[in-house]
C-alpha cells in the first residue's frame, strides 16, 4: 500500500506504488507540466462535497461552502466539465450516492467528509480521483481504492501570490488553475498514483499555520483555565480561589508534540518563546540537529515523553499503519493514558480516532486528565 509522504517521486507498479523521497518540489512542478501536455481533454463530471455556510457564505472568500463551490465552477464549466455540488452525503438516497455511479472525480473536505467506503467505491465505476481538499484522507478506504486503481489526493498547498485575507484554510489551492489541472490529469489516467499529498509551492500547506496556531491557543486556554473561569463569571459568579487554583503559567512546564510534521514542528517553533523547562518532541524520525536547535527542542522517546510532559500535544495523521514505533489509531489507549504524568494535559487537533473515547473520558474523570480541549474531542470524535 503506498504511504502518504511528504513531496515524493512515485514510481507505480500496478495498482500498488513504492515511494522514494524526491529532492525538491521541482518535481511536483515538471509532474504537473508533463500532465498539462499529457492530460485528455475531455469531459469529467467532478461531484464536490461542502458544507452549507448559510449567511457566511456572503463572505465569497469563505471557499469551501456549497454557496461558493471552492471558486470553480466557471473555471471547471468553461473546460467543458461537468461540475455537481451538495452537502447531501449520508445514506444510500444522498445526492452523493446518486452522482457516485458516474462520478469521475470526487472533491471532499475533512471538515465535511464524503466517507468513501469500499461497498461506494465499488459502485463508483467511472470515479478515477478523490480529492481531500485540505489534510487527511482517513474518510477514504485506501485499500479499496487502491484495489480500483483510483488516485487519493490531498491538495495542501499554497498558492505563489495568493495572500490573506484571500487565502483560506480550506481548499484555496484549487484556485490556481495548474492544480486543478494536474488533478483532472490523474483522472484521465495520465500519471497514475494512487495515493498522493500534492504540494504545489514551498510555502506552508493549506491550514497548517492556522492548526499550529489553533494548538497553542488550546494549550493557554487549558493551562490558564481560562474557559472554565469564563464561565463562572458569565453566569454571575465571582469566586476567585475556584479559577485561581487551577490556572498555570506555561512557563517552566515541561511540553512535548507527538509528531513533527509541517504542522508539528510550527507548533515546537510557537512554543519556543514561552521559556518552558523541556520542549520534547517524538517521532519515527529524528530531526536533524541543526532543526532542533532552531526549535529549541530534543527528541524523547514515547515512554519518556509521556512521563514527563505537563502538556502534550498531538499533530499525527490518522492511519492503520504500524512503523517500529507508534500506532496512530488509538494511540491514546488507556494503558498510554495510564502511563502519563498525573494532571497533564493532552492536546489533540489531529483526528479523534487517534484517541481512545472512554479511556479519556476515564482519565478526565478520574482526575489522571487534568484536560483535553472540549470542542475538538466533540468534532473530532467521529
Known amino acids: 500500500m503506498a504511504q502518504l509522504l511528504e513531496t515524493r517521486s512515485v514510481h507505480h507498479y500496478g495498482h500498488r506504488s513504492a515511494w522514494r523521497p524526491s529532492m525538491r518540489n521541482s518535481c511536483v512542478r515538471s509532474r504537473t507540466r508533463q500532465v498539462l501536455v499529457k492530460a485528455e481533454q475531455k469531459k469529467q463530471k467532478v461531484v464536490a462535497v461542502l458544507y452549507k455556510a448559510g449567511k457566511a457564505a456572503e463572505n465569497k472568500d469563505l471557499l469551501g461552502c456549497v454557496e461558493n463551490e471552492l471558486g470553480l465552477r466557471k473555471f471547471l464549466e468553461d473546460q467543458g466539465h461537468e461540475f455537481i455540488v451538495t452537502d ?115 510555502r506552508a500547506g493549506s491550514n497548517v499555520v492556522s492548526v499550529a496556531e489553533h494548538v497553542v491557543m488550546l494549550i ?91 502538556v502534550i500535544t498531538v499533530n499525527l495523521p490518522l492511519t492503520d499503519k504500524t512503523n517500529a514505533r507508534m500506532v496512530h489509531r488509538n494511540m491514546f489507549n488507556k494503558e498510554m493514558l495510564g502511563k502519563m504524568k498525573k494532571g497533564a494535559y493532552l492536546v489533540n487537533t489531529a483526528r479523534g480516532g487517534i484517541g481512545d473515547t472512554d479511556a479519556i473520558v476515564e482519565a478526565l474523570e478520574s482526575g489522571s486528565l487534568a484536560g483535553i480541549p472540549f470542542a475538538p474531542l466533540f468534532a473530532l470524535l467521529y
Open 220 to 310: 493557554l486556554s487549558l493551562v490558564r483555565n481560562y474557559l472554565p473561569a469564563h464561565k463562572q463569571i458569565t453566569d454571575g459568579g465571582w469566586d476567585i480561589g475556584a479559577a485561581a487554583s487551577k490556572a498555570y503559567d506555561l512557563q517552566n512546564k515541561v511540553v512535548g508534540t507527538v509528531g513533527t510534521g509541517r504542522i508539528g514542528q510550527l507548533v515546537l517553533a510557537r512554543l519556543k518563546p514561552f521559556e518552558l523547562k523541556e520542549l520534547l518532541y517524538f517521532d519515527y524520525k529524528h530531526l536533524d540537529d541543526k532543526t532542533e536547535k532552531e526549535l529549541g527542542c530534543k527528541f524523547a522517546e514515547m515512554e519518556d515523553l509521556i512521563k514527563k510532559c505537563d
Open 88 to 202: 447531501d452525503k449520508e445514506g444510500e438516497n444522498s445526492e452523493l450516492d446518486k452522482h457516485l455511479e458516474d462520478a469521475n472525480i470526487l472533491i471532499s473536505t475533512p471538515f465535511h467528509p464524503a466517507y468513501l467506503t469500499k461497498e461506494r467505491i465499488e459502485k463508483a465505476k467511472n470515479l478515477k480521483l478523490s480529492i481531500t481538499a485540505g489534510v487527511g484522507s482517513d474518510h477514504v478506504d485506501l485499500h479499496a481504492a487502491a484495489d480500483s486503481g483510483m488516485t487519493v489526493a490531498e491538495v495542501t498547498g499554497r498558492p505563489q501570490g495568493l495572500a490573506r485575507p484571500q487565502y483560506t484554510p480550506v481548499a484555496s489551492a484549487f484556485h490556481h488553475v495548474n492544480q486543478t489541472l494536474l488533478l483532472l490529469g490523474n483522472a484521465h489516467g495520465a500519471v497514475p498514483m494512487p495515493y498522493l499529498q500534492c504540494h504545489f509551492c514551498a
